[in-house]
């Protein structure tokens, strides 16, 4: 059982959901999604443009967007360096995932100019940093990538940055201009609050096994079944432990902190900065963004886990990395001013490659982000839906010429290639919690 928790920064800027149904009954219908974060709520919002006719039900094991959707820094990223263990070193494989970013961020903002969305939106780019001037030969070679693919980019360094961020930590860094910060609860809230109303939602409601049976998938839950003619996951973090591609993808845990906003006094003393991101060079360095109300959110933390539910003690473990973190980047400011803390799930593959596919007559999987799941996560929903629909797009030709996720061993040498990994990187990025 997925544990809901009031930990989440970006939930608790929100007014708590309490108009959520429970599936207790069972049912038929035409579409079943599974999961209500980006992808099941754009899935379903697509297909009901398609066809009103059809019945669509969604089902989620915790409350709707409320899980990775909105746990995640709020980057709607248009380029990445480490989206996963590795790096893309195949020029014409990483043109074809910034097309996908891009798609990902017309998708997002369609959605939102479509419904006159308020979530913090801010074009400002993001920056990729490191505080070790050693990293001048990534930053430099990842500019010459950008630059090769037309994206307007800045090398800076120490003095200039320390304006930018309000912070002497780092030394280096590359700017991105494309990339746009956005509040991740509020966007994914408003995309429920969109759905049509003759869309049926069930939380809490956890599946507990499915089958196929003469071209139809039963679907268990607690108390009741669901019988539908088509089925879409969209779980995420998820897929493998509903045994769906399991040898292609992993959950990782990830946990974040949130400060209370700054004082006055406090923001003058790093410098009156406006918004930013930082994503980390090093693949397990920090991700830090100063917010738009003066938070700073700190993300140094990733681990193989429990996926339902991170214990108050562990958290409270990590919790004390990012104290040191926000310490290391802001001495100035005051040791105890961390509001929120909270664990989320994230979908990775091998070669840090998204799924999209059927899986079988009449099933379908979207998922496996990689950590870039609010621009990646939407247009997926959205074409998924198509394909479930039998249809066709250039999106999804786009889609289908990524590489494609590589296979990964079986348990227990998968978890033990994981934890020999993480320890690598983090002994790389120990300076840059």
Same mark, same amino acid.
């Given at each position: 059982?997925?544990?809901?928790?009031?930990?989440?920064?970006? /939930?608790?800027?929100?007014?708590?959901?309490?108009?959520?149904?429970?599936?207790?009954?069972? =049912?038929?219908?035409?579409?079943?999604?599974?999961?209500?974060?980006?992808?099941?709520?754009?899935?379903?919002?697509?297909?009901?443009?398609?066809?009103?006719?059809?019945?669509?039900?969604?089902?989620?094991?915790?409350?709707?967007?409320?899980?990775?959707?909105?746990?995640?820094?709020?980057?709607?990223?248009?380029?990445? =360096?480490?989206? #996963?263990?590795?790096?893309?070193?195949?020029?014409?494989?990483?043109?074809?995932?910034?097309?996908?970013?891009?798609? #990902?961020?017309?998708?997002?903002?369609?959605?939102?100019?479509?419904?006159?969305?308020?979530?913090?939106?801010?074009?400002? !780019?993001?920056?990729?940093?490191?505080?070790?001037?050693?990293?001048?030969?990534?930053?430099?070679?990842?500019?010459?990538?950008?630059?090769? /693919?037309?994206?307007?980019?800045?090398?800076?360094?120490?003095?200039?940055?320390?304006?930018?961020? #309000?912070?002497?930590?780092?030394?280096?860094?590359?700017?991105?201009?494309?990339?746009?910060?956005?509040?991740?609860?509020?966007?994914?809230? @408003?995309?429920?609050?969109?759905?049509?109303?003759?869309?049926?939602?069930?939380?809490?409601?956890?599946?507990?096994?499915?089958?196929?049976?003469?071209?139809?998938?039963?679907?268990?839950?607690?108390?009741?079944?669901?019988?539908?003619?088509?089925?879409?996951?969209?779980?995420?973090?998820?897929?493998?432990?509903?045994?769906?591609?399991?040898?292609?993808?992993?959950?990782?845990?990830?946990?974040?902190?949130?400060?209370?906003?700054?004082?006055? *006094?406090?923001? +003058?003393?790093? #410098?009156?900065?406006?918004?930013?991101?930082?994503?980390?060079?090093?693949?397990?360095?920090?991700?830090?963004?100063?917010?738009?109300?003066?938070?700073?959110?700190?993300?140094?933390?990733?681990?193989?886990?429990? @996926?339902?539910?991170?214990?108050?003690?562990?958290?409270?473990?990590?919790?004390?990395?990012?104290? $040191?973190?926000?310490?290391?980047?802001?001495?100035?400011?005051?040791? *105890?001013?961390?509001?929120?803390?909270?664990?989320?799930?994230?979908?990775?593959?091998?070669?840090?490659?998204?799924?999209?596919?059927?899986?079988?007559? *009449? $099933?379908?999987?979207?998922?496996?982000?990689? !950590?870039?799941?609010?621009?990646?996560?939407?247009?997926?929903?959205?074409?998924? @839906?198509?394909?479930?629909?039998?249809?066709?797009?250039?999106?999804? +030709?786009?889609?289908?010429?990524?590489?494609?996720?590589?296979?990964?061993?079986?348990?227990?040498?998968? *978890?033990?290639?994981?934890?020999?990994?993480?320890?690598?990187?983090?002994?790389?990025?120990?300076?840059?919690?």
């Amino acid at each position: 059982m997925i544990i809901n928790d009031n930990g989440c920064g970006w /939930l608790n800027q929100l007014e708590k959901r309490s108009n959520y149904k429970i599936l207790d009954k069972s =049912l038929k219908c035409d579409y079943l999604i599974v999961g209500a974060g980006y992808t099941g709520l754009s899935a379903a919002r697509s297909l009901s443009r398609i066809d009103k006719n059809k019945k669509i039900v969604i089902v989620e094991s915790q409350l709707a967007g409320e899980g990775a959707s909105s746990r995640n820094s709020g980057y709607l990223v248009d380029t990445t =360096l480490n989206d #996963g263990f590795t790096s893309d070193k195949d020029i014409k494989n990483y043109k074809t995932k910034t097309q996908i970013y891009d798609l #990902g961020i017309k998708a997002v903002k369609n959605f939102v100019k479509e419904h006159q969305v308020n979530c913090d939106w801010n074009e400002c !780019g993001k920056y990729f940093a490191s505080s070790k001037l050693k990293d001048e030969s990534t930053v430099k070679s990842f500019s010459k990538v950008l630059s090769e /693919l037309n994206f307007e980019n800045k090398i800076l360094y120490n003095d200039e940055l320390c304006k930018k961020l #309000g912070t002497k930590f780092y030394k280096i860094a590359i700017y991105t201009k494309g990339g746009i910060l956005l509040n991740p609860a509020k966007l994914v809230r @408003a995309m429920i609050k969109s759905l049509p109303s003759y869309i049926e939602i069930f939380e809490n409601s956890e599946l507990l096994n499915w089958k196929k049976i003469n071209n139809k998938i039963f679907c268990k839950f607690k108390n009741c079944e669901v019988e539908t003619e088509k089925i879409i996951f969209c779980t995420n973090g998820f897929l493998s432990l509903l045994g769906i591609k399991k040898n292609y993808n992993f959950p990782l845990t990830l946990t974040a902190s949130m400060t209370r906003p700054l004082t006055k *006094n406090e923001y +003058e003393l790093i #410098g009156n900065p406006k918004e930013w991101g930082v994503l980390p060079i090093s693949s397990m360095g920090a991700t830090i963004r100063f917010t738009k109300d003066k938070r700073i959110l700190i993300r140094n933390t990733a681990e193989v886990c429990d @996926a339902t539910h991170m214990k108050k003690n562990k958290l409270n473990d990590r919790i004390n990395l990012h104290k $040191i973190g926000i310490k290391k980047r802001f001495p100035e400011l005051p040791n *105890n001013i961390i509001e929120d803390s909270w664990s989320g799930v994230v979908c990775r593959s091998r070669n840090s490659s998204q799924i999209f596919e059927k899986i079988d007559e *009449n $099933i379908y999987v979207a998922g496996c982000y990689n !950590g870039s799941g609010i621009g990646v996560g939407t247009l997926f929903g959205e074409q998924i @839906a198509l394909m479930a629909a039998n249809q066709q797009s250039a999106e999804i +030709e786009t889609i289908q010429s990524r590489k494609k996720p590589n296979w990964l061993p079986p348990q227990p040498l998968l *978890n033990v290639g994981i934890y020999t990994r993480l320890i690598y990187e983090r002994l790389k990025s120990r300076s840059e919690i």
